[in-house]
Every structure is written in C-alpha cells, then in structure tokens.
C-alpha cells in the first residue's frame, strides 16, 4: 500500500510544497517545530532512511541543501538543522527545522499551530527562493 508521503507526491493529499525535482518531494510539517520546518522525501518510496540507495541518498543531501538555503531566506535562525527519525511515516524523510538553540529541534516539544493561509504564505515565500 502506498505510504502517505506517495500520496501527497501524487498530488492525492494536499501538501503545502516547498519545491519538488525527479526524485524527491518538499513539503511543510503540518505538525511544525518551527516556522518554515520542512520534510523532504525521496519520490522512491523506501522506508528506512539508510536503506536509500547511494546515489539517491547522496543526491538528496544536495536537494536538502537547496531546500535549507531557501529556508534560511525565509526564516530568521541561526541555522537549519537536519533530523531523521521515520518514526512515524515508514518512507524516508529529512526533518529541516530552522534553529537558534537545542531547545528548537526537541521534538518532544509541542507542535506549533499555523492556519491554512499562514502555511501557504510560508510555503510560496520559502519556494520563490528555490
Ligand atoms: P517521523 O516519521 O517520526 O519522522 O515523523 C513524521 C513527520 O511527518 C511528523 O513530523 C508529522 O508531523 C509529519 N506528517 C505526517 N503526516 C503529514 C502530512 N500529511 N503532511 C505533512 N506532514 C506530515
């Protein structure tokens, strides 16, 4: 069965894109840690993150960089931070949250809530710097 993260590559769940290329997927958390946190997923859909094929998986550290150097334009932090639990959703995905302290990438915090209009003004403000 497809995974849910396929389903909003296919466009058959909504997702407020950040930016997408012919291998991997970028989207806003819907459950953010911070303003501008971001998932990015590989469109081969594998669950465990270090089960990604070499080239796939080298290439998307570069898509990641892309993505975070967009955030950065967007959001005031110190830096973007990478995480990767796939404790959830078992397709491979790329936490990128914008940091100024540890306290900021604790995902045993409480999410931050946005609107749908404040998600799509993230997510149109951080894809023009793609
Ligand atoms: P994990 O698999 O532990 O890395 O967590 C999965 C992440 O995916 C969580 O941060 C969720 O908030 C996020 N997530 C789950 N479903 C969606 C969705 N439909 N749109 C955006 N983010 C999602």
Redesign the pocket.
């Known amino acids: 069965m497809a995974t849910?993260?396929s389903k909003?590559i296919k466009g058959e769940?909504?997702?407020?894109k950040i930016a997408e290329d012919d291998d991997f997927y970028a989207?806003?958390?819907?459950?953010?840690?911070a303003k501008g946190?971001t998932?990015v997923v590989p469109k081969v859909e594998v669950d465990y993150y270090f089960d990604i094929e070499d080239t796939t998986i080298a290439k998307m550290n570069v898509f990641c960089k892309r993505v975070a150097k967009a955030i950065e334009q967007v959001v005031d932090c110190k830096r973007v931070g990478v995480?990767?639990?796939?404790?959830?959703?078992?397709h491979a995905?790329v936490?990128l949250i914008p940091i100024n302290n540890l306290h900021d990438i604790n995902?045993a915090r409480p999410?931050l809530k946005f609107t749908d209009e404040e998600f799509r003004n993230i997510a149109e403000e951080i894809s023009k710097n793609i």
């Open positions: 849910i993260f909003i769940i909504p997702s407020y989207f806003l958390d819907i459950n953010p840690l946190h998932l995480a990767v639990l796939g404790l959830e959703v078992p995905h936490h995902f999410k």
